[in-house]
């Protein structure tokens, strides 16, 4: 199934918005879990590692803002620098594959490490 590219281009944007508000989400909880902030008791709670919970947020933010940035700079590079006309849809499957491995792979080390 083909795809143009300029189709195509404007789906990157629009991944890299929704990257950049998931590591603006991620951001605020580190934020508002400070040691100085007044929201730090409503959103730990009881929680019994909120060290390692807020270093793990802080790190998924992080990698959602790397994404960001490799989104816009295909987007940019499909929107103005790539000429054929129709693209393959599978380039954009591979890449939101990509992005849920790494998220997940993240996930799952960090969830290892604890555990021993």
Do not use: E, Q
Request: proline residues 1%; aromatic residues 18%.
């Amino acid at each position: 199934m083909n795809i143009t590219s300029i189709s195509l281009s404007y789906i990157f944007l629009a991944i890299s918005i929704v990257s950049f508000i998931v590591f603006l989400y991620y951001k605020f909880l580190v934020i508002n879990t400070g040691a100085k902030s007044k929201k730090r008791d409503k959103i730990i709670g009881s929680m019994k590692d909120p060290k390692h919970w807020r270093n793990r947020n802080n790190i998924i933010s992080f990698i959602f803002l790397i994404w960001a940035f490799i989104s816009v700079i295909v987007f940019i590079y499909l929107k103005f620098f790539y000429d054929s006309g129709l693209t393959s849809i599978v380039y954009l499957f591979v890449y939101l594959a990509l992005i849920v491995l790494s998220v997940s792979f993240f996930i799952k080390n960090n969830k290892l490490a604890d555990n021993k």
